[in-house]
């Protein structure tokens, strides 16, 4: 599977700070999350570590970061040896890994979008289900299936994103993070049928969409209609699901 990350690990890293993963997405996974105290999680495409730091933060007694990229791992671990929260990460393709463990949790925070057919998606959910609990749950965010690409009214939450190519079940994307530095990644938006299908085929049950809510803090700094624009075409979604027991 290609690597698109590995020479943009640290700009990544630094679009990672803005506005919408610090009001709006971090904290609808967190309350997506509910109580992980003491729990073990897994984090997929943890990428440079925002969500297994958080996971860790809130109390998880063990958390294993994996991701495809090298270089994505490469500056997890270096944040992790400059403050030591004892995560543990690992370069695995979440499409064909082990198994590493029983956990009680999983996140995946845009991982299926870089599933490159239905055959891939479908191994992904496969292998997060083998990797967790009974009963255990998955929280993922993918891209909304119902987003409106070519709208020049994301250019204020710092990117842009077009619609590059299509078929039944899916459009393909590019996001240009606008900014003092410029860089694009290209993703695929699946359809709900698509992530439906995948979860039910892997074993997974209660099946909820949680669209993105602004935090109190978000809505103090910018006020209202600064978010109008994005919670009325929500790039973004939390897509969640127990998988059942057998
Ligand atoms: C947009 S980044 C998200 C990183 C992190 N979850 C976050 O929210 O900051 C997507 C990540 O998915 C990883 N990725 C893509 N395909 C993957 C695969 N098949 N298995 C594991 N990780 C993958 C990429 O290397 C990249 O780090």
Request: proline residues 4%; hydrophobic residues 40%; aromatic residues 12%.
């Amino acid at each position: 599977m290609k690597d698109q990350y590995q020479t943009i690990s640290e700009q990544y890293s630094h679009a990672r700070k803005d506005d919408v993963t610090n009001f709006l997405e971090t904290p609808s996974v967190q309350s997506a999350l509910g109580d992980v105290a003491g729990a073990s999680a897994v984090d997929y495409a943890c990428g440079t570590g925002h969500y297994s730091r958080l996971l860790k933060r809130l109390g998880a007694r063990n958390v294993l970061g994996v991701d495809l990229s090298p270089a994505m791992i490469e500056t997890a671990r270096q944040e992790e040896n400059e403050k030591s929260l004892g995560i543990v990460y690992k370069v695995a393709d979440a499409a064909t890994m082990a198994v590493f463990g029983s956990f009680d949790v999983a996140t995946a925070v845009f991982l299926f979008n870089y599933a490159e057919d239905e055959q891939t998606l479908n191994r992904m959910f496969q292998s997060v289900a083998a990797n967790i609990k009974p009963d255990a749950r998955l929280v993922a965010v993918v891209p909304n299936p119902d987003f409106i690409n070519g709208r020049r009214d994301t250019l204020p939450y710092g990117f842009f994103l077009e619609e590059i190519g299509k078929g039944p079940m899916h459009l393909r994307v590019r996001m240009t993070f606008v900014g003092a530095e410029e860089f694009s990644i290209e993703f695929t938006q699946w359809s709900r049928f698509a992530y439906d299908s995948a979860l039910e085929q892997a074993g997974f049950a209660d099946v909820q969409w949680t669209p993105f809510a602004v935090s109190q803090q978000g809505i103090e700094r910018y006020g209202e209609e600064f978010w109008k624009a994005i919670l009325d075409n929500p790039k973004s979604i939390v897509l969640s699901a127990r998988r059942k027991a057998v």
